[in-house]
């Protein structure tokens, strides 16, 4: 069976996947708020656990079968269940019962395990766990545990704790401008940003020779309408 011959280059494909780490940074930099070193996470990708779960499970059942088929005993690891049925699938009738379902049921396992690695899983960084280690999750999930210390952490709560925190960072208009689009998806310009403290709208605070402003203040501008800012003009 010629889908037998992927399974294990797959399933070290995968391997991998699940034990990829990425950097990600708890802290940002805009000029005025120490940002923290890059801490290595290692993220548990759930969707290449579940393809390399799923191609597992196809070969341990259908080596089961084959295994009371031919009376001899079938292995216990993913690899060699594998080898075991390229081994001695060629002998067996096609109508034998132990075959049935087995190509439509490998052959999406092996679909599924493709998409997986062609389009990882979206994460997104859920800040520190009190334990110092940098932790990401699913962006849908609702708790992410820590590889290191095992603690539970609510993912939206964390990410708007998050939130608020980065409400509180200071920067210029150029350094916020980096940052921000308003509500049509349009970049805003440094320009834009001060026109907006000089017409009264945003506080700008004097440190050292330059002018920095709250970015929460400014994502609030931006998320108005344009209609808004034209009438408040």
């Known amino acids: 069976m010629a889908a037998l011959e992927v399974v294990p280059t797959l399933l070290a494909e995968l391997d991998i996947t699940l034990s990829r780490t990425d950097a990600i940074t708890s802290a940002g930099s805009l000029g005025y708020v120490r940002t923290t070193r890059a801490e290595q996470v290692l993220p548990f990708n759930s969707g290449a656990a579940k393809a390399h779960r799923d191609i597992a499970g196809v070969l341990t059942n259908y080596a089961a079968k084959v295994s009371a088929a031919i009376a001899q005993r079938a292995p216990v690891t993913a690899i060699e269940q594998c080898q075991f049925l390229i081994r001695h699938l060629p002998p067996i009738p096609d109508d034998s019962d132990a075959l049935v379902g087995l190509d439509a049921a490998l052959s999406r396992a092996i679909r599924l395990g493709y998409r997986t690695i062609d389009r990882p899983e979206s994460r997104v960084g859920v800040g520190n766990c009190e334990c110092g280690r940098g932790l990401s999750a699913q ?17 939206r709560r964390r990410r708007r ?73």
């Open 139 to 155: 962006s849908d999930a609702d708790l992410v545990r820590c590889e290191g210390c095992g603690t539970v952490v609510a993912v």
């Open 161 to 233: 704790e998050m939130m608020d925190q980065a409400y509180e960072i200071m920067g210029t208009a150029a350094q916020l401008a980096r940052l921000l689009s308003d509500s049509s998806g349009d970049r805003i310009s440094a320009e834009r940003i001060r026109q907006w403290a000089r017409r009264g709208k945003l506080t700008g605070h004097v440190v050292g020779n330059g002018t920095v402003y709250r970015l929460g203040d400014v994502i609030e501008l931006c998320a108005l309408p344009q209609g808004d800012h034209r009438r408040s003009a």
